[in-house]
């Protein structure tokens, strides 16, 4: 069963970046599949992007494209969601999620990290 601690988040002014990082422990993080997801207040947790076992596949939605990028390093047992050009509409708690058999990139994942707050405010 592995475990997951997201990091990273913070307060950033428009236009500027972050990365966000989720670090796995209890399990081979090389056999799980990854996503990341986030929840503004007052709104469903969405999906925003995700990535296959080995990294040689990714998705995300439209309102991130060009703009966040998702990535992992299995040596180090770490997924990363590199944000750009951040949008107030980006605010919100960011998760990341992982499943050994992850037939639907959007879900569902078997774990979850705690989530770590991003805003995005002048």
């Known amino acids: 069963q592995v475990q997951l601690v997201e990091s990273g988040g913070g307060l950033v002014q428009p236009g500027g970046s972050l990365r966000l990082s989720c670090a796995a422990s209890?399990?081979?993080?090389?056999?799980?599949?990854m996503g990341w997801f986030r929840q503004a207040p007052g709104k469903e947790r969405e999906f925003v992007a995700a990535i296959s076992q080995s990294g040689d596949t990714t998705y995300d939605v439209e309102a991130v494209k060009g703009r966040f990028t998702i990535s992992r390093d299995n040596a180090k047992n770490t997924g990363y969601l590199q944000m750009n050009s951040l949008k107030p509409e980006d605010t919100a708690i960011y998760y990341c999620?992982?499943?050994?058999?992850?037939?639907?990139?959007?879900?569902?994942?078997?774990?979850w990290g705690q989530g770590t707050q991003v805003t995005v405010s002048s």
């Open positions: 999620a992982a499943s050994i058999r992850v037939r639907d990139p959007r879900g569902p994942y078997a774990y």
């Open positions: 209890g399990g081979t993080f090389s056999y799980y599949g």
